[in-house]
């Protein structure tokens, strides 16, 4: 099974940044929406963001609004989660995935409609 890969994650201190990239080195992303998700020890995973296919659409959890910003770069076959002002509570590790039947994120916060999850980037927030 064919499956994606999220790099970017580290320490870094509450107010901090990151970048997460996630690509796909076997299959093209261009015709998939992708989403971000992330679980933190004994916490279900929960949807972060998504982008549509194109870039045209992006959407965003509460928690995360204003914060994060979810790109693509299908020339170069990968999605971005930029990562700013983090906090403690941000902590978890992140996956990717790619929408199974969907190109613009309908129903992205849910986590069955996704598949080709990638193995995850840790991110801790701490001082």
């Known amino acids: 099974q064919v499956q994606l890969v999220e790099s970017g994650g580290g320490l870094v201190q509450p107010g901090g940044s990151l970048r997460l990239a996630c690509a796909a080195s076997e299959f093209t992303l261009d015709n998939d929406a992708i989403g971000w998700f992330r679980q933190a020890p004994g916490k279900e995973r929960e949807g972060v963001s998504c982008v549509s296919y194109n870039g045209g659409s992006a959407y965003y959890a509460d928690s995360v609004k204003g914060r994060f910003t979810i790109s693509r770069d299908n020339a170069k076959n990968t999605v971005y989660l930029q990562l700013n002002s983090l906090k403690p509570e941000d902590t978890a590790v992140y996956y990717c995935?790619?929408?199974?039947?969907?190109?613009?994120?309908?129903?992205?916060?849910?986590?069955?409609?996704?598949?080709?999850w990638g193995q995850g980037t840790q991110v801790v927030v701490s001082s």
């Open positions: 995935a790619t929408h199974r039947w969907n190109r613009l994120c309908v129903g992205w916060e849910y986590p069955d409609r996704f598949s080709s």
